[in-house]
């Protein structure tokens, strides 16, 4: 099979010198996985690299890093198709988690994230003592099945933003496996769950990183998404959540009135005129005022969306 010479530009970082890049050639076909880069070039010319890897099957989650700026797993990366157009590649540690040495990173925060929203099934006294049965129906299983595929791989909350700026938020995987109980009828917790999860469920952004990087298709902002769809039956409100149904609220009446989601009225009716002249003032100072005060006309066939919300309702 046709080879080409590729080069492979490594951040690497050790506590005595810090973070430096490295570069090392070799050759490779089209089926040649950057677990298999990183294996050969640790065994033919670096002893001292450091990585994870062990199934090469995108299944036990060890190879998780950035190639080229993504978050990949390295066993499900094919090197040439990788490289760019001068045949060089460049690969780093993960975001948000701290080194321990070349591409290896300090996953322990991800995992105290997953054991905060109680990961496993806790049914009925009588299925734990035997005497019970409790079945699922295959539609049912169907619905949490994707949240559990998990491989805790980490990529997703190392793509996060939020997870970045917001420690009191959870972080993709959890959310998903919290949700993955909310939504399991054998489950005896669903109250004490949401109570873990709604607070944080609303400080995402939405920006779908972890949907974009996840090699299992787990899609942990849908986890989320549906998690929030649980609030109107919530009682345990928080400072987060109280915001979050005003903005519901807003987002309900300005359709209603004007036939979709102007932006700055969805602002001030959910933060409130105080909140809204604080962030006016920081709109001011970065040129972006104007905004504020473009002109957004209303749906013309307002009956249509009258007929719609009525629906709804
Ligand atoms: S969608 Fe939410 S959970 Fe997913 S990466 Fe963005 S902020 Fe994080
Ligand atoms: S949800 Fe996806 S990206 Fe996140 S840890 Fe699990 S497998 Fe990895
Ligand atoms: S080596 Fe197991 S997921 Fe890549």
């Known amino acids: 099979m046709e080879e080409k010479e590729i080069t492979v530009n490594i951040k690497k970082y050790n506590e005595k010198d810090g973070a430096f890049w490295k570069s090392y050639k070799l050759s490779v076909d089209k ?54 157009e001068k045949n060089e590649l460049n690969v780093e540690s993960m975001d948000y988690y701290p080194g321990v040495r070349d591409l290896i990173t300090d996953i322990d925060v991800f995992y105290d994230k997953i054991y905060q929203v109680m990961p496993r099934l806790i049914p009925d006294d009588s299925i734990v003592s035997g005497e019970g049965e409790q079945r699922m129906t295959p539609e049912d299983q169907t619905e949490v099945w994707k949240f559990q595929e998990c491989i805790y791989c980490g990529l997703c909350v190392s793509a996060c933003p939020s997870v970045k700026e917001d420690e009191k938020f959870l972080g993709p995987a959890a959310h998903a496996k919290g949700f993955r109980f909310v939504d399991d009828d054998r489950d005896t917790k669903k109250q004490e769950r949401l109570d873990l999860l709604m607070d944080s469920a609303f400080r995402c952004t939405s920006c779908y990183m972890c949907y974009e990087v996840c090699p299992q298709d787990v899609q942990p902002v849908i986890a989320i998404k549906k998690t929030r769809n649980y609030l109107d039956d919530y009682k345990g409100d928080t400072p987060v959540t109280i915001m979050a149904r005003k903005h519901d609220d807003a987002v309900e009446d300005l359709i209603e009135t004007t036939g979709k989601i102007k932006e700055s009225s969805l602002y001030l009716k959910t933060f409130g005129f105080g909140e809204a002249m604080k962030d006016a003032v920081n709109m001011f100072k970065s040129g972006k005022f104007k905004y504020a005060f473009e002109k957004d006309s209303n749906v013309k066939n307002m009956e249509e969306i009258k007929k719609l919300m009525g629906e709804k309702k």
């Open 31 to 84: 089926y040649t996985q950057m677990t298999e880069v990183l294996r050969r070039i640790k065994s033919e010319q670096d002893p001292s690299l450091a990585y994870r890897a062990s199934c090469h099957m995108a299944v036990c989650g060890s190879c998780s890093m950035k190639i080229n700026g993504i978050p990949s797993l390295a066993c499900r990366t094919m090197a040439l198709q990788s490289a760019d």
